[in-house]
């Protein structure tokens, strides 16, 4: 018989030494009944058992519906923002920033090293942070689960044995047909008892009204003690004592004699198969009771600990949101970089095409004043001649006097880069505004006299020659 193990609710160690050494024929009715109706309530745990299961599955589900999955949602958002940010950075780190852009003897430069990196790496910390402390929570919930599921495993097995313990073809509408029920076999029990005491009882008077008979013949007597210590010795039966009246010999019983001595034994055969049938049905009934109470223990124990589970649970919950929270700033950050890096590269492309812009102008510029130079060298050239013409042809006649008047030099003009800066440049344009359109035009170059000699001198207008090219 299995005992309960210790500091479990049950019997008290005396009553364990008295229950190992007791024999099976002194146990009384009333206790095998008792056990009965104690086994019949332990089955009301099932409601237990079945709340156990609804909680055993829906944690995995909660665990999952509220971590697993939006994780994995939250670290494929993280990934994919990185991926977004990194491509730009990848970009601006392979954009070389043009000549134009940078100092004479600078180093090359690329759009990289113009923002800042450590803002980038420390958001890229913050989202690292963020998830090791999500991964951190989920290692801890995941133990907690861990440990109310092998709580839930263990009561299972407890349970799963109380019911291996008990009669396992009882079934919830009762007894098959070909098996015998407790109330059944203690009342085939008593009325074999019954039975037998009748037939006992009947074979007793026999016995009484063969001695009178005996006692009543000469002789019968002595015949009768040796017979019957013959028959002791051989058949090796306990001597039943000679009591009683005296009454009739009634022969007609003495050929039921041997009817009822059969009967008795196959009554006492059939007692014997119910008594064993009984004695395991009470034996499963006090294994499964032991074991029902160890089921009930376990609950208690985990009734227990389920505060610290639920606890745990919420705890997850809080920092999933916290953390949550905080990556969602994060991952804001990064858009708002990805955004500002494709800004940044738009503008730099912006940037090259307003260079080309202006060159494209100053290319205009510089091309009109190449014409205007060519057509103002042919009215100097033509100057020169007519000059040249008028000299030889009117110079021997008029005095001295009045031919310096008449050959001062033709003005010449030279169109030449300001390198002032633009501030100045709008300074000498305040100062000649009131001489009108062509006051501004004359303002805006250098007037330069010819000399007295009437030699024809080349100055360099706009462009390679002058002063260099005019940088952006």
């Known amino acids: 018989m299995a005992t309960l193990p210790p500091g479990l609710p049950g019997l008290e160690p005396q009553d364990e030494a008295d229950s190992s050494e007791f024999n099976a024929d002194d146990v009384p009715v ?39 999955r939006d994780f994995k949602h939250i670290i494929r958002t993280l990934d994919t923002a ?20 940078r100092q004479p003897g600078e180093e090359p430069k690329c759009l990289l090293d113009f923002v800042d990196p450590k803002i980038v790496e420390q958001v890229r910390d913050a989202l690292k942070q963020s998830i090791h402390e999500l991964s951190a929570a989920k290692t ?43 109330p059944n076999l203690l009342s085939a ?21 063969c001695v009178t008979a005996v006692r009543t013949t000469e002789g019968g007597a002595a015949l009768a003690r040796r017979r019957a210590a013959e028959v002791t010795s051989d058949e090796d039966q306990v001597p039943v004592s000679i009591s009683g009246e005296l009454l009739h010999v009634v022969m ?22 119910d008594h064993t049938s009984l004695h395991s049905l009470f034996s499963a009934s006090r294994a499964s009771h032991a074991a029902t109470l160890t089921c009930f223990s376990l609950l208690e124990e985990i009734g227990a600990r389920a505060s610290s589970y639920v606890a745990a649970e919420a705890e997850f919950v809080q920092r999933w949101e916290d953390e949550k929270e905080t990556i969602d700033e994060n991952v804001t950050k990064m858009e708002e970089l990805k955004k500002f890096y494709e800004g940044f590269l738009n503008a730099y492309g912006g940037l090259l095409l307003e260079v080309e812009r202006r060159r494209a102008v100053e290319g205009k510029i510089d091309s009109i004043w190449r014409k205007v130079r060519e057509q103002v060298d042919k009215l100097v050239e033509a100057d020169r001649r007519e000059r040249e013409h008028f000299r030889l042809e009117v110079g021997d006649y008029v005095p ?41 035009v004359e303002a805006a170059y250098e007037r330069e006299i010819e000399p007295s000699t009437p030699t024809p001198r080349k100055v360099p207008l706009y462009g390679p020659g002058s002063a260099g090219e005019r940088p952006f």
């Open 252 to 273: 007609r019983d003495a050929a039921e004699v041997d009817d009822v001595v059969a009967d008795i034994h196959n009554v006492l055969q059939q007692m014997e198969m």
């Open 189 to 209: 029990l008593s009325e074999g008892s019954h039975l037998m005491a009748e037939h006992l009882s009947s074979l007793a008077r026999h016995f009484d009204m």
């Open 400 to 440: 001295a006097d009045l031919w310096g008047v008449v050959d001062r030099p033709l003005g010449r003009w030279a169109v030449v880069p300001l390198e002032e800066d633009a501030r100045e440049g709008d300074k000498l344009l305040e100062q000649h505004g009131e001489q009108g359109n062509e006051g501004r």
């Open 30 to 68: 009333e206790v095998l009944v008792k056990h009965l109706l104690a086994a019949k309530q332990s089955l009301s745990s099932m409601t237990l058992v079945l709340r156990a299961n609804d909680l055993a599955t829906s944690a995995p589900q909660m665990h999952q519906e509220s971590g697993t």
């Open 82 to 101: 990185d991926d977004r940010l990194e491509k730009f950075i990848q970009v601006l780190r392979k954009t070389t920033v043009e000549n134009v852009f």
């Open 140 to 182: 801890s919930f995941d133990g907690d689960l861990l440990r109310f599921d092998t709580d839930l495993r263990t009561l299972t097995d407890a349970m799963a044995a109380a019911a291996s313990l008990s009669n396992p073809t009882i079934t919830a509408e009762g007894y098959p047909p070909d098996q015998r029920s407790i």
